[in-house]
């Protein structure tokens, strides 16, 4: 099982960027997928969850009208367009597969946010 992810770097305040993640040998389509974070000193966070069937998203009262996550399981991808991008969003961006008791992870991406 693999999560890759990418998109990460260094933006100003209000900027935007676009993470993605691939997925690979395991069936994506059914599995939620999820983007978390964790920045230096604290606990990694829920940012946002979109449901298998991507119908049904849910979002951090943080991040709720910033961020935008979607996917495309044509494509075993996931997304966060993240848009007026604040310094509190720095964080390491980690990609998530979930089903039942089954967790997965990604490596992880870095997103800073400085003038």
């Known amino acids: 099982v693999q999560l890759v992810e990418s998109g990460g770097g260094l933006v100003q305040p209000g900027g935007s960027l676009r993470l993605s993640c691939v997925g690979s040998?395991?069936?994506?389509?059914?599995?939620?997928m999820s983007w978390y974070r964790q920045a230096p000193g604290k606990k990694r966070e829920l940012v946002a969850t979109?449901?298998?069937?991507?119908?049904?998203?849910n979002y951090a009262d943080s991040v709720k009208g910033r961020f935008t996550i979607s996917r495309d399981n044509p494509k075993n991808s996931v997304y966060l367009q993240m848009n007026s991008l604040k310094p509190e969003d720095t964080a390491v961006y980690y990609c998530?597969?979930?089903?039942?008791?089954?967790?997965?992870w990604g490596q992880g991406t870095q997103v800073t946010v400085s003038k």
């Open positions: 998530n597969a979930k089903r039942n008791w089954v967790d997965y």
């Open positions: 040998r395991f069936t994506f389509s059914r599995y939620d």
């Open positions: 979109v449901a298998s069937a991507g119908g049904s998203t």
